[in-house]
Every structure is written in C-alpha cells, then in structure tokens.
C-alpha cells in the first residue's frame, strides 16, 4: 500500500513539474514575443504582406461589396494605413492625381496605380475627410498587434498575462481585411450621407449621460441581447416574428423605465447606425469569401467565424455587460442580419433615414 502511494506520488510530481516546465516555456516564449512587438514601427514604405493585403481589400470590395450591402462594391473609397510614423494612401479618386489635391503627398511605388506617403497627421482607425474627401483609416496590422497585446497584458493581473498566449490577441491577416473594409464602410456612409454622419458623431457626448450604470439597466440589456440573438437564429418566420417584436416591446419598456429622453434614444440608435453596420458589413464580407472557393493573397477566411465567436456569445447573453459603445456594435449587427430575412431592400432606407429598430418594426406589420 506504501509502495502504491509513493508511485502515485513521483506520477503527481513529475505531473506538476512537466505543467511548471511548460508554464515557463510559455511564459518566457510571451515574453520574447512581447519584446519583439514592443518596438517603434515607421518603416517609409509598405511591406511586401501589407501591400498583398491592400490588394484583397479592394479586391473583396470588388467581389462582394454589393452583395454585403447595396452600393459599396463600386464606391470610391480610398484606405489610409498608418504607422507609428507615416499614412500610406490608396484606392484614390480621380481627383486626387491632381496635384494640388495631393499637396503634402510624396507618390512612392505601384499598387492598383500609385500609392502616398505622408507623415502621420492625427491617424485614427474611423472614417477621416483628407483633402476634402473621406477615407477609411487603419493602423497597419504589426502595429495594431503591438498595441492590441500591450493593451491586454497591462490590464490582466500576473501571472495571467505572462501565460496569456499571445496568438489569442493576435489579428490574423483575413480578420485585418475586413476591419479595413468596415473602416472603408464608415466612410461609404460619410459620402452617401454626411448630414447623418455628422449627427452621429455629434451625440458622442451623451455618452457621458447615458445610464449605463443604472440598476437594473444592464440586465435589461442583456435580455434585448438574448431577444435579438433568437430572432437572428431563428429558421421559422413566425418565431423570428414573435423574437422581433418581444425585443421592441422590450426595448421600449427599457427607455420609459430609465426615463430616457431623445438625445440619449438617439444616441442609442445613431450608434447602432453608424458602428453597428460597421460591423455587420465586416462580418458580412468575411461570410461570403468563406462561402467562395476562390482563394484571395493573404487570408483564409473560415466558415465558422471564430473571429466573433465572443462577440457572438456576449449578445447572446451578456450584451449590457459590455463596455461603452460596443453593445451598440452588437446590437446593430443583429438587427441588421435581422433585416437580412425580414426585409429585402433595407439598405437604402437604412443608409439613408431610417432607424434599424423602425425598419425591424416595419417588417412585422407589413
């Protein structure tokens, strides 16, 4: 009996020191690739892999911008990559090789024409007007993972974030694609609709009012999330139906309970608009090149969508849990792939007027 439980524990022991060996394993590999992210990037021209990922980005707005919604396969949009240091313009409009147009621009090599290169001005990942025209605007994606690893380290506690392995807050190359044409797609809205654009940028500040720390509010969120998660899975009309209106009837109660006035109902919905689309036309894209056998320069665009699987389970369950506008990412991508069944030529009016929640409504009375 001694015997067996002294095997039992040299098995225990030698168990525990492979797990330590391990954990040091990833810890030091971490490490070492958070030191080699965590340098300066300003390179004056693109890479070789960002201008093949330049290419599939116009050439998945070619091939399946209509498609993901009405309009964008032939929209003019130029894309601004950034580093640490320099703008990397392209996708041009005509007007643009004039040459007071591209004043402050220095023309570096081939891509699809030329592309620019200027000192980085105020960059962001949003839509910018340069120039008088708007453009989609991404950090190049060795920077964008840099920041995205750092950002994650710093805000979980040790040892966590030594053993948090760093491919989990990597962006792959086919997810880098589509959170450009989402940006691309922000500036689609700005040209087709600036005066709703404006608007919506104009109530960022009701966030400061908005009563996300209400008791009781983010449970109530949570249960929209859920209503909107089953009308979006949901294969019967009349089922999708009843999850529809459930959710309005929800949402309504929502607003009268917490006494929300219009500035902060329209904060709500003008979000939803603007980044909620944003997010539906990312995942939309992502879904039919994964549907097409084609194969495209840089990525691999999987069936599953493992890039949203947590996005996903949030609406479905914890939607008012999330922090600051990105429940609004959420909601508005599901009311839109709502729409996608429910109601066929909801782009236009979406784009232009309408709210999604007023769209949703109609497709139910009708």
């Known amino acids: 009996m001694a015997k067996r439980g002294s095997k039992i524990l040299k098995i225990l022991l030698a168990g525990c020191t492979l797990l330590l060996l391990a954990a040091l394993m990833l810890a030091w590999a971490n490490s070492s690739e958070a030191a080699r992210r965590q340098r300066p990037y ?3 021209t693109l890479s070789k892999g960002e201008l093949l990922m330049l290419r599939e980005v116009f050439d998945l707005q070619r091939i399946y911008g209509d498609q993901a919604f009405a309009g964008f396969s032939t929209a003019v949009v130029p ?8 703008e990397f313009r392209s996708g041009y409009a005509g007007s643009f090789l004039n040459a007071a147009a591209r004043q402050g621009w220095e023309e570096v090599e081939t891509v699809r024409g030329q592309y620019f290169r200027r000192p980085a001005q105020g960059s962001e990942s949003f839509a910018r007007k340069i120039d008088g025209q708007w453009v989609g605007s991404i950090m190049s994606l060795d920077p964008a993972n840099r920041d995205r690893l750092i950002f994650t380290r710093e805000k979980l506690p040790e040892p966590i974030a030594s053993l948090l392995p760093y491919s989990w807050v990597t962006i792959t190359s086919d997810q880098f694609v589509v959170l450009s044409l989402h940006e691309m797609f ?18 960022f500040p009701q966030e400061k009012a908005y009563p996300y720390e209400g008791e009781g509010f983010a449970a109530s969120w949570n249960r929209e999330g859920e209503l909107l998660h089953l009308a979006m899975q949901a294969m019967d009309q009349g089922d999708r139906e009843r999850s529809i209106r459930a959710f309005l009837d929800h949402r309504l109660a929502r607003r009268s309970e917490f006494e929300m006035n219009a500035e902060l109902i329209a904060f709500e919905c003008e979000m939803e608009w603007l980044e909620g689309l944003g997010k539906y036309l990312e995942i939309r894209v992502h879904e039919l090149a994964a549907a097409d056998k084609r194969s495209f320069g840089e990525g691999s665009y999987p069936a599953d969508l493992p890039h949203w699987w947590d996005e996903l389970r949030n609406l479905r369950g914890s939607l008012g849990e999330r922090d600051g506008q990105f429940r609004f990412y959420l909601s508005g991508m599901a009311q839109a792939r709502i729409l996608d069944r429910q109601l066929p030529g909801w782009h236009e009016p979406a784009l232009r007027d309408a709210r999604l929640e007023d769209l949703l409504s109609e497709s139910i009375s009708r």
């Open 79 to 86: 894309l601004v990559l950034y580093n640490d240091r320099y």
């Open 42 to 44: 300003d390179a004056k």
């Open 186 to 203: 922000h500036a689609y809205q700005a040209q087709e609709n600036e005066a709703r654009f404006n608007t919506a940028i104009g109530l």
